[in-house]
């Protein structure tokens, strides 16, 4: 069985980040319940956050601020496409502002975040 | 509902009319509530990771840093409302995605069954955590 393909244009693909960054970030939130909890154990906390300052978790933290960013962005975007219906005229050059933005953001908050991996 | 209708032969049109009518008022709900917990939650979460890893180093985020930060209750109620509504609001994508990828029934019940419990067990333990932490 062959099943036909949607091929949508720009909009489709932000639907798609969309969902992948939102589930994405959802799964780090679930995990980070866990490992926040651990709080009432500071000895254990300490041990387990202490991974967050390794190079390899300071990667993923750049991954999650540019998935978090993303999808801020880019779902202010779909609010101001569902109120305002002057912006669908404009709706490419607003998801490419979102993009750059998110490129921005990411570019710099992650030397920000491994910075530290190279001073010490 | 329609076993009654079975059995007596009556119409069954109006129970599955009001029962559309109760779903589509539950997803209009959804669409505001995700729009709106949205728009807070770029607040919150992005002020979040600008607290744990742009504004200080994560290195330094250690017990200590939460028991300073948790002295104040303004931030356990910013932490816990970031809690709640990342949850919910995650949720309920997930609850997007269930019903557009999981096409068995009975699979996608399961799937959702487990997801609900974990998501909801997950709120109770953070919750716990913020409320009862002690430094």
Redesign the interface.
Known sequence: VKASVYRGKSGQWAFIAHRISGFLVMMFLLMHVVDVSTIHNPRLYNEIHELYSRFLLRLFEVGLLAALVFHSLNGWRIVMVDFFPGVIKREKEVLTAVLFLTALATIIGGYIIIKPEFIH | LSLDSAVTDAPAIAPIESSRRRGASFELWSWYFM?IS??I??FL??GH?AIT??LN???K???GF??RRWENPLWRIYDWLL?SL??LH??N??R??MDDYIHSSAKRATTKAIVYS??TG??L??T??VI??KA
């Open positions: 729009r949205g728009l939650l770029l979460a992005l990771f890893h742009i180093d994560v290195a985020t250690n017990s939460v028991a809690l990342g949850l995650g949720l994508g997930l997007f995605i974990v998501t997950l709120f333990y953070g716990l955590t009862t932490y």
